[in-house]
């Protein structure tokens, strides 16, 4: 089966989730610059998830042209990282609205990382079904980025209760590390093509 179907519905999937987080941001009641203060920690995560999207969006593209071939593993692990990604609007809702709060800025973390998990088990899924001879075995190497990713979340979570902007901070490193497509599937990408 080829990829074009997969791509297609995630990438709707993906642009629905921007579409309702987009719609969580209220208009203010009033017309001075004071009435936007209070939806400030609102818009803010609304960045934050707006850019992780993209990231996961950007990331999956690249992942799904450099695959030959899927099955029905391949879909299902998709669907599981598209079912956390599904939870973005819900957990960047919940602390924008509560002000970065303890609890919400954990529960942020927690879908964060689940999804970092998902993103790696659909990576593991279709390196099996494409075999150790794949251009995608070749340029994933160690994936430090991808090992990397579920540690920051997993030390932000509990951070959370002792500092969330900390917490944050550790959200918005991961995204900098990220926010530059994965060169390695560009350059697979490339090899692919050239093929």
Sequence with gaps: MSTTRLEAFSDAVIAILM?????????????TAGALRPLLPVFLTYVLSFVYLGIYWNNHHHLLQVTERINGRVLWANLHLLFWLSLFPFST??????????????????VMLMAA????????????EQGPESPLH????????????????????????????ASIGLYVLVALIWLVP???LEAGLNEHSDS
Excluded: C, F
């Design 19 to 31: 579409t309702i987080m987009v719609l969580e941001l209220r208009v203010p009641h009033g017309s």
């Design 93 to 110: 809702g919940w602390m924008g609205q509560n002000h970065l709060a303890a609890l919400p800025t954990a529960a942020y973390g927690g």
């Design 117 to 128: 998990i998902a993103y790696y088990i659909l990576q593991t899924v279709i390196v099996r």
């Design 138 to 165: 070749r340029v994933l190497g160690g994936d430090a980025k991808g090992k990397a990713s579920p540690v920051i979340y997993a030390a932000a979570i509990p951070l959370a209760y002792v500092s969330s902007w």
């Design 182 to 184: 994965d060169r390695r």
